[in-house]
């Protein structure tokens, strides 16, 4: 007799038991040991560019092939010493451009600095100027024959 059980359907248990067609072999060889390559099979892709970008950093030759029937499809190489040389290579140039930088900001500061001070001895020379005008006598002026500053200040206009 057939249960029923409202209508619902029983829901999958979360195992995967498909067999999955897409598998991948990835092989990865050093300069240091050509004769013991890495051989890795996985259905993985995950997994796969895991491997790949693992090995291509330690400066493998990394070749990814898929399962096509009876044999393997080669998708892509990767020469990790080559990635690895251009990596040193963009790291050493990026030194040498901060050192660049750190040499062009130390000059910058070192020219403000001296024109700060310019600035400031110029300042105290026109201070000095006005403070040796605002000390000088009033003068008779010619034709009222009274007696009035060289200066006006706000005050008097």
């Given at each position: 007799m057939k249960r029923n059980n409202g209508g619902r359907r029983k829901k999958s248990d979360g195992r995967d038991r498909t067999w999955n067609a897409a598998s991948w072999r990835v092989t990865a060889s050093w300069d240091s040991r050509p004769d013991r390559p890495a051989v890795r099979t996985t259905s993985d892709r995950k997994a796969r560019d895991r491997m790949v970008r693992e090995w291509s950093a330690d400066g493998a030759y990394v070749i990814v092939e898929e399962a096509e029937g009876?044999?393997?499809?080669?998708?892509?190489?990767?020469?990790?010493?080559?990635?690895?040389?251009?990596?040193?290579?963009?790291?050493?140039?990026?030194?040498?451009?901060?050192?660049?930088?750190?040499?062009?900001?130390?000059?910058?500061?070192?020219?403000?600095?001296?024109?700060?001070?310019?600035?400031?001895?110029?300042?105290?020379?026109?201070?000095?100027?006005?403070?040796?005008?605002?000390?000088?006598?009033?003068?008779?002026?010619?034709?009222?024959?009274?007696?009035?500053?060289?200066?006006?200040?706000?005050?008097?206009?």
């Amino acid at each position: 007799m057939k249960r029923n059980n409202g209508g619902r359907r029983k829901k999958s248990d979360g195992r995967d038991r498909t067999w999955n067609a897409a598998s991948w072999r990835v092989t990865a060889s050093w300069d240091s040991r050509p004769d013991r390559p890495a051989v890795r099979t996985t259905s993985d892709r995950k997994a796969r560019d895991r491997m790949v970008r693992e090995w291509s950093a330690d400066g493998a030759y990394v070749i990814v092939e898929e399962a096509e029937g009876f044999g393997w499809r080669t998708l892509r190489e990767v020469n990790g010493a080559e990635l690895v040389a251009a990596a040193d290579r963009s790291a050493r140039d990026e030194a040498e451009a901060a050192a660049r930088d750190a040499r062009h900001r130390a000059d910058y500061d070192r020219q403000a600095l001296v024109h700060q001070a310019a600035a400031a001895d110029q300042a105290a020379a026109e201070h000095d100027d006005l403070a040796a005008l605002m000390r000088r006598p009033p003068i008779a002026r010619q034709a009222t024959g009274q007696s009035t500053a060289r200066h006006i200040t706000g005050s008097q206009r």
